[in-house]
């Protein structure tokens, strides 16, 4: 299908349309095909996976933010297995809070589906105010929007510095497999790599996708909260000197390689969040920088080890699960430096719980 494509467009296709293809194609990407994707058995791991204590705290954020409104609608962008979903209304009904409707936008129809049975099994009670979503109205309403390793699931567009000039990376058939030729691009994301200063022959990516979508959040929302999480960096970090091939990364059973023209719509592909490039996009689209911070400091901040006390483990095993849990969300070595929490919020006036511990907006 993608060679089809490319042979169409004239012998080279531009590096976010082969990855929207082989990430989303219908019944062919990577996350619009049946296959197992989270979990031990599958090929990453995420943190509303790990247990129940991630969207604990992500659910005092989201309470907190349905509170300033006075009520308003849960949107869960990309829901996964439903374990964030089925969190959070579990924590928001202990704690009297729950959303008017809870809203998931999922593109992949298995992951729908495996969605609707997992809020079934554990929340079968908060069941009937939950939807799926194929499109976004125009008015959002007030409501809290939440996205969990989203972002670095949108298409990228990848460039290198060539001779002091950017070009975009483009896709071209190489004998069964593609290659790569390095061509022009619209005129304003090749301005913006060369507003980076960057050496010649360094390489990275562009997000105008994930850019694009917070404007569209920003556009919509009344008043509420856009809450996202995901790994990335500030833009000096991100396009650091060092850094020169960028972060796109591609996984498949718990491996993780560079190579995105491998098992093309088996394995998935990410690439970092450029979180000032997020913020810009909804500061710009009339959102206010309310939080940014690590994954630790926030959910420390949202009160993880009260809620880890909160629980009792029942036996040996269990407890050293329950410890294993909050490790691996908070330690630097393992999700609690390289994950970020971003809080962009409109016509909310009080701080948001989650973001009061290590405030780390000018770093953007
Ligand atoms: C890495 S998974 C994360 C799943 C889940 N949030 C979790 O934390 O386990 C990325 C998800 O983002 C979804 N996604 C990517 N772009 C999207 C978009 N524009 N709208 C809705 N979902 C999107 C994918 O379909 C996939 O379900």
């Not at 869960?76 to 959303?99: I, M």
């Not at 650091?240 to 718990?254: D, E, N, V, W």
Request: glycine share 10%; hydrophobic share 40%.
């Amino acid at each position: 299908m993608i060679r089809a494509e490319i042979e169409a467009k004239g012998g080279a296709m531009e590096f976010s349309r082969f990855m929207e293809l082989a990430l989303y194609a219908p019944g062919l990407g990577y996350y619009t095909a049946g296959q197992q994707k989270f979990g031990e058995q599958g090929d990453f791991v995420t943190a509303p996976e790990l247990g129940g204590l991630f969207a604990a705290c992500v659910a005092r954020c989201c309470h907190d933010g349905l509170a300033q409104c006075g009520g308003g609608d849960i949107w869960e962008f990309g829901a996964g297995t439903g374990a964030l979903a089925a969190g959070l209304l579990r924590e928001l009904g202990r704690r009297d809070g729950l959303p008017r409707r809870y809203r998931i936008m999922e593109l992949s129809p298995e992951l729908r589906a495996r969605q609707r049975r997992r809020l079934e099994r554990a929340v079968p009670e908060y069941v009937d105010r939950v939807s799926w979503e194929d499109a976004l109205p125009g008015d959002l309403g007030d409501a809290v929007i939440v996205a969990n390793e989203v972002l670095d699931a949108m298409p990228v567009m990848r460039f290198c510095v060539d001779d002091g000039s950017p070009r975009l990376v483009h896709v071209v058939p190489r004998g069964s497999s593609f290659g790569e030729s390095l061509q022009q691009g619209p005129a304003n994301q090749l301005a913006a790599v060369a507003g980076l200063g960057l050496a010649k022959g360094y390489c990275s990516e562009l997000h105008p996708a994930a850019a694009a979508w917070v404007a569209s959040l920003a556009e919509r929302l009344r008043r509420g909260l856009l809450l996202i999480v995901d790994y990335g960096y500030p833009e000096r970090e991100y396009y650091h000197p060092q850094r020169t091939q960028g972060t796109l990364m591609c996984h498949y059973r718990h491996r993780a390689h560079v190579d995105p023209y491998r098992l093309v719509g088996l394995q998935d592909i990410t690439a970092h969040v450029n979180f000032s490039a997020i913020a810009r996009s909804g500061v710009d689209a009339g959102l206010k920088l309310t939080g940014y911070t690590s994954q630790a400091a926030f959910l420390i901040a949202a009160g993880l080890l009260d809620l880890a006390a909160r629980e009792e483990p029942a036996g040996e095993a269990a407890r050293l699960a329950l410890t294993r849990q909050v490790q691996r969300l908070t330690s630097p070595a393992e999700m609690g430096e390289s994950f970020k929490a971003m809080a962009l919020s409109k016509d909310l006036q009080r701080p948001l719980t989650g973001f009061g511990l290590f405030d780390q907006r000018r770093r953007l």
